[in-house]
């Protein structure tokens, strides 16, 4: 049975261990880009939410360390309690870079940061930031006013005392002096989950990272839902202002990570959970490998890595506990199902309880690719038995036995011009409604004596599984679902 995924941890030793999603050529093209790049610099790996950031980054950072490559790796999610996000930040500096103990570099990264506090800090941000983040706005109760051009406040706002430069100085000589004393090749400091954290402090930790940290050797590798990380920007600076925009300030360059290959996750998953396909999936080469066919589902609902563990999940309690006549017959069709109330679960309902909508429409959903394929009609020959819907599926017979029924009088009558006719009449056999109708047969011989209470079999399995929940994997561990 399908088990909450472990937290996958890539090591120096094996940084591609449970690549279920086959990125290690993607991975190598990002190391082997980072370390052509002369810091400072901050890249962004861009993707939406559930795509694999987090594995991604952390096999990357293993990639470099097992080329004896030094990285540092900050959650900035786990971190969103602070209060201070560049306190949090430096502390996982000073733990993966640590102090040689040599003169001039005796202080914690911590310590130096920890002198730019209070309001020295904000006045320090502000001019760091070239007046992007102002220490009077830090007071305003009702939110920041919406800002106009950037450029435009940076000349006004400029003042900062003695004291606060010179503690804003150390804390960039001291990360200076750590990278070069821990790689000549420079440092890649990991920054994940930014787009997770609460507007104020994923604004404030960007700007932080960007303007105290822009220190030779030093490149940044963000990994954000930019989209996302556009809209925390809106919420501290209002919803007029530019939020793409002002991240170009910030990211000087955005990798974007390729769409997963979801047979290759769904093969890898169903496969540790040791799913005997025989019992529990169709014969019919119009199944295909299960993987594919489940994935062709998932792709069309639009389901990210985390949904898709999810919709496993249940799937393979049901599957296990539904009669094997029951689940070799309609599994496509329960797979359907079980996907479409996570996508939408009103219209699950509407459609299995109240059968509004016909089948042939709700399957066409998922994409005309999908429902003209041999997968697609097993899954609808399916639905019409689990539906119960007599009207549909007795109007695709009836159709079938009129084409027929007309097939055969032309061949009796032999007439001349009746050639095209036939013609005509035998191409519709081979046409998707003859498919159809051929895989519903199929289907209602194989059920026999349970084609009459697959309904009630299948719609009580799914009231089960309904009062089932299926967490996926904790975000601290693996933000994308493995």
């Not at 898709?308 to 009669?323: G, K, N, T, W």
Request: charged share 25%; with cysteine.
């Amino acid at each position: 049975m399908l088990r909450r995924s472990p937290p996958l941890n890539p090591t120096v030793d094996e940084p591609f261990r449970g690549d279920a999603l086959d990125r290690k050529g993607a991975v190598e093209n990002l190391v082997a880009m980072l370390e052509s790049v002369q810091g400072p610099a901050v890249i962004a790996v861009d993707a939406p939410w559930g795509f694999g950031k987090t594995t991604f980054l952390r096999m990357a950072q293993a990639s470099i360390e097992s080329a004896d490559g030094r990285s540092v790796y900050f959650n900035a999610w786990e971190a969103d309690i602070a209060s201070e996000p560049l306190l949090s930040f430096a502390a996982a500096v000073d733990r993966a870079l640590p102090s040689a103990g040599k003169e001039g570099d005796n202080v914690s990264l911590v310590g130096a940061i920890a002198r730019i506090s209070g309001r020295a800090a904000l006045r320090a941000l502000e001019f760091a930031s070239s007046g992007v983040f102002k220490e009077a706005d830090w007071d305003n109760p009702d939110g920041v006013p919406l800002l106009g051009s950037v450029d435009a406040i940076a000349a006004e706002r400029l003042s900062i005392n003695e004291y606060e430069r010179g503690a804003l100085a150390e804390a960039k000589a001291l990360l200076a002096r750590r990278v070069k004393a821990h790689s000549a090749g420079g440092i890649t400091i990991f920054v994940d989950e930014l787009d997770r954290c609460k507007p104020d402090y994923a604004v404030q930790l960007l700007e932080c990272l960007k303007h105290l940290f822009d220190v030779p050797g030093v490149v940044f590798v963000l990994g954000v839902n930019q989209a996302e990380l556009a809209h925390s920007v809106g919420a501290v600076y209002g919803s007029g202002f530019g939020g793409r925009r002002y991240l170009g300030r910030f990211i000087d360059m955005t990798y974007r990570l390729p769409e997963p290959d979801l047979a290759v996750f769904v093969d890898a998953r169903i496969r540790d959970a040791g799913w005997d396909a025989a019992s529990r999936w169709p014969p019919d080469p119009a199944a295909q490998n299960p993987a594919v066919g489940l994935a062709s589902i998932a792709r069309g609902f639009r389901f990210s890595l985390r949904d898709v563990e999810q919709f496993l999940s249940e799937l393979d309690v049901l599957l296990a506990v539904a009669p094997p006549p029951v689940s070799r017959s309609l599994a496509p069709a329960v797979s359907f199902l079980v996907a479409l109330r996570r996508h939408d679960p009103d219209d699950f309902e509407d459609f299995l309880y109240s059968e509004s909508g016909r089948v042939s429409d709700m399957v066409l959903r998922l994409g005309s690719s999908f429902s003209e394929s041999d997968f697609g009609r097993l899954v609808s020959a399916g639905l019409l038995l689990i539906r119960e819907d007599r009207t549909e599926a007795n109007q695709l017979r009836e159709r079938v036995r009129s084409m027929r029924d007309s097939y055969n009088q032309l061949q009796v009558a032999n007439q001349p011009g009746s050639f095209g006719d036939a013609k005509r009449l035998s191409e519709w056999f081979e046409g998707p409604e003859a498919k159809l109708a051929d895989i519903l047969h199929q289907l209602t011989n194989r059920l026999g004596s349970r084609n009459r209470e697959s309904k009630r079999v299948v719609t009580g399995l799914l009231d089960f599984t309904s009062n089932l929940t299926f967490p996926a994997s904790e975000p601290a561990d693996e933000d994308d679902a493995f």
